[in-house]
């Protein structure tokens, strides 16, 4: 669920009209449930149970228990063929697990995210996340060292001519031009878009999801950036109205804040909702040592007399 506080960030020129262009599918949960808020492809809950979210908001994102899952179907908006598509996804793994948290399998083929070891998905359990598509058993797959329990944005983008890109944390993380051999593209037809397990097999994942985009379109790194700072959610006004600004973001040392009005207190939350710090500093401008914070993702709140807005920090 995106944070009903407005959530400010730096102004890209890129508006939110561009960021909805081929989005087919979104599921936020916001509504307790797992409907598709632009479209028609409603998701099935099967014993996933409603959790808080990243920001600690209750009832805004689903728990699997290694039991569960939710049912997307077969539709055609899913069945993307040679075509480009992408998924933006957020997700909280709870324990070391051989597990499919989200993708649309026909054995080894399709598009899929999970979790195994470093060699790839269908191997044994372990701390690796597992992100690719598998066309006639041709893959492009990679796997990334993911050992915390820790809420991360994962992007997929496929652009099936030339290469598909991995973002985790704003971050790309690979790319793989393997070619694809054009035989059966990626309808992967029969098999249901699930999240929580693969498709067909019973790989159950353990942990938290939220915040699920379909696109019928390769997305570009502005794209993920704005996702990962939630911009869908804020019109150019808004994200004008007071210029907050956050940087370096990510930071391995000296962080500053500054923006247009007074602010009055700076929190410093996990992603969790637990406070670590809190700073009043009575002034437009603040600056600090994240030398206190571990290599993780941050939320950093920000309020003043008649605002409150939250920003996301990555720390190296």
């Known amino acids: 669920m995106k944070l009903l506080t407005a959530l400010f960030?730096?102004?890209?020129?890129?508006?939110?009209?561009?960021?909805?262009?081929?989005?087919?599918?979104?599921?936020?949960?916001?509504?307790?449930?797992?409907?598709?808020?632009?479209?028609?492809?409603?998701?099935?809950?099967?014993?996933?149970?409603?959790?808080?979210?990243?920001?600690g908001n209750p009832n805004a994102a689903y728990l699997f228990d290694g039991n569960d899952y939710i049912d997307f179907g077969d539709p055609s908006d899913f069945q993307f063929g040679y075509s480009n598509f992408s998924f933006s996804i957020w997700f909280r793994k709870d324990t070391i697990q051989f597990s499919s948290l989200f993708g649309k399998i026909d054995g080894f083929d399709g598009y899929f995210c999970g979790f195994g070891d470093s060699l790839g998905i269908n191997l044994v359990a372990g701390h690796f996340l597992n992100v690719g598509g598998s066309e006639d058993g041709t893959a492009r797959i990679y796997a990334k060292y993911l050992p915390d329990n820790s809420w991360h944005h994962l992007v997929f983008v496929q652009d099936y001519a030339t290469a598909n890109y991995y973002y985790l944390d704003n971050q790309l993380i690979t790319t793989d031009n393997t070619p694809f051999p054009n035989s059966t593209g990626f309808d992967v037809a029969g098999n249901n878009l699930v999240l929580g397990k693969h498709s067909g097999l019973p790989l159950y994942f353990k942990g938290a999801a939220d915040d699920i985009r379909i696109y019928d379109r390769a997305l570009t790194a502005t794209d993920v950036d704005l996702l990962f700072n939630d911009q869908p959610a804020l019109s150019l006004a808004e994200q004008e109205l007071h210029d907050l600004r956050l940087f370096p973001n990510p930071s391995s040392g000296i962080v500053t804040i500054e923006m247009n009005e007074t602010m009055q207190k700076i929190r410093v939350l996990t992603s969790e909702g637990k406070?670590?710090?809190?700073?009043?500093?009575?002034?437009d401008s603040y600056t600090f040592n994240n030398e206190f914070l571990s290599p993780g993702m941050y939320l950093v709140e920000i309020s003043g007399v008649q605002f409150k807005s939250t920003k996301r920090l990555l720390v190296n």
């Open 275 to 283: 406070e670590i710090a809190c700073f009043k500093p009575n002034s």
């Open 9 to 55: 960030i730096l102004s890209s020129g890129y508006g939110l009209s561009q960021i909805n262009l081929g989005l087919i599918s979104e599921y936020t949960f916001n509504s307790a449930n797992a409907n598709d808020e632009v479209g028609t492809n409603d998701g099935v809950v099967n014993g996933a149970i409603l959790t808080n979210d990243r920001f």
